[in-house]
């Protein structure tokens, strides 16, 4: 199957590779095997060597290969809560709620964001791929807060290729346990799949580059030493702030899965809230920011917390 596609202004000056992996979805191995098949051509000619680099306003083809057929989403989703903080013709930004699942997947079949998406927005079936419609980046099962989605295969192009670029702001709230030494930071470790257990994530030498700005915005002494992080994600890789955190020792309370469950503080679900999220708009290209406040489960969590009084590192 052959698939064209326009390299956006954001992908400007990046290696064939890289693009042709963030467009298509595929593993950047499957793309230097195409590559070396002769399956990838860039300006109607073959490429020969998967670091040449392209221009923005560039045609890319691939030839990918056909796989098993997914189930497209389809709109039975008029039952999935979600609440839309904006929406034009080119993109839809949601405030995401905790335990609803992004899109389809293993033993997620239906209920999920994306079949509300399209229940409310037919045409979104048709961008991006049939099972995960308008999806450019997922928020965890646990994790509520924002979420852009491509109304357009233009739309989704631009945005693939801000996240790419790292054009786009992506700004979290996470309750720790603890109290971290410096009162702001970066977390930088490459991620990868766990060699123990290949459903989670690690800290290793084999992951990808991974890099997680904090700050202390309130620190807490009762019932327990606790610090509410603002995080920002330099990179996106699959639960990056939760294995990050866990992996200096200072875990997300109520995140199970990296160690962030403890008796002396029950919470509802892993305290972990995606509070603002900025892009360039797609169409034209004003720089717009949207902001979600703290649902009230994890407000009423800090509300039982007692503060550090006169703190001087915040």
């Given at each position: 199957?052959?698939?064209?596609?326009?390299v956006?202004?954001?992908?400007?000056?990046?290696?064939?590779?890289?693009?042709?992996?963030?467009?298509?979805?595929?593993?950047?191995?499957e793309?230097?095997?195409?590559?070396?098949?002769?399956?990838?051509?860039?300006?109607?000619?073959?490429?020969?060597?998967?670091?040449?680099?392209?221009?923005?306003?560039?045609?890319?083809?691939?030839?990918?290969?056909?796989?098993?057929?997914?189930?497209?989403?389809?709109?039975?989703?008029?039952?999935?809560?979600?609440?839309?903080?904006?929406?034009?013709?080119?993109?839809?930004?949601?405030?995401?709620?905790?335990?609803?699942?992004?899109?389809?997947?293993?033993?997620?079949?239906?209920?999920?964001?994306?079949?509300?998406?399209?229940?409310?927005?037919?045409?979104?079936?048709?961008?991006?791929?049939?099972?995960?419609?308008?999806?450019?980046?997922?928020?965890d099962?646990?994790?509520?807060?924002l979420?852009?989605?491509?109304?357009?295969?233009?739309?989704?192009?631009?945005?693939v290729?801000?996240?790419?670029?790292?054009?786009?702001?992506?700004?979290?709230?996470?309750?720790?346990w603890?109290?971290?030494?410096?009162?702001?930071?970066?977390?930088?470790?490459?991620?990868?799949?766990?060699?123990?257990?290949?459903?989670?994530?690690?800290?290793?030498?084999?992951g990808?580059?991974?890099?997680?700005?904090?700050?202390?915005?309130?620190r807490f002494?009762?019932?327990?030493?606790?610090?509410?992080?603002?995080?920002?994600?330099?990179?996106?890789?699959?639960?990056?702030i939760?294995?990050?955190?866990?992996?200096?020792?200072?875990?997300?309370?109520?995140?199970?899965?990296?160690?962030?469950?403890?008796?002396?503080?029950?919470?509802?679900?892993?305290?972990?809230?995606?509070?603002?999220?900025?892009?360039?708009?797609?169409?034209?290209?004003?720089?717009?920011?949207?902001?979600?406040?703290?649902?009230?489960?994890?407000?009423?969590?800090?509300?039982?917390?007692?503060?550090?009084e006169?703190?001087?590192?915040?």
């Open positions: 199957m052959i698939r064209t596609e326009v956006p202004d954001a992908l400007d000056g990046e290696r064939v590779d890289r693009v042709v992996a963030m467009l298509t979805g595929l593993p950047r191995s793309v230097a095997v195409l590559v070396s098949q002769g399956a990838v051509r860039l300006r109607d000619v073959e490429v020969r060597s998967r670091s040449v680099k392209v221009a923005s306003g560039d045609t890319v083809e691939v030839d990918v290969p056909e796989v098993d057929a997914v189930a497209p989403v389809d709109g039975r989703g008029a039952d999935v809560s979600f609440h839309v903080v904006y929406a034009d013709d080119h993109v839809i930004v949601v405030d995401k709620p905790q335990d609803l699942v992004v899109h389809p997947g293993a033993g997620n079949p239906s209920g999920t964001l994306a079949q509300g998406i399209v229940a409310r927005f037919p045409e979104v079936a048709s961008v991006g791929e049939p099972d995960r419609p308008g999806i450019v980046h997922r928020l099962r646990g994790t509520s807060g979420l852009v989605v491509a109304r357009t295969e233009e739309a989704r192009a631009s945005l290729g801000q996240l790419a670029s790292r054009q786009v702001t992506r700004r979290y709230l996470a309750l720790t603890g109290h971290l030494d410096s009162p702001r930071g970066v977390v930088d470790a490459p991620i990868g799949r766990s060699k123990r257990d290949p459903t989670k994530m690690a800290v290793t030498t084999r990808k580059e991974a890099r997680t700005a904090y700050q202390v915005e309130r002494a009762e019932p327990v030493a606790l610090d509410l992080l603002g995080c920002t994600l330099e990179t996106g890789r699959t639960h990056q939760r294995v990050h955190l866990a992996a200096v020792g200072h875990p997300v309370v109520g995140d199970a899965r990296y160690g962030g469950v403890r008796e002396s503080l029950a919470v509802p679900r892993p305290f972990l809230h995606a509070r603002q999220l900025a892009f360039d708009h797609p169409a034209t290209g004003e720089r717009v920011t949207f902001d979600a406040a703290l649902p009230e489960d994890l407000t009423a969590v800090l509300d039982g917390l007692v503060p550090v006169e703190d001087p590192l915040v």
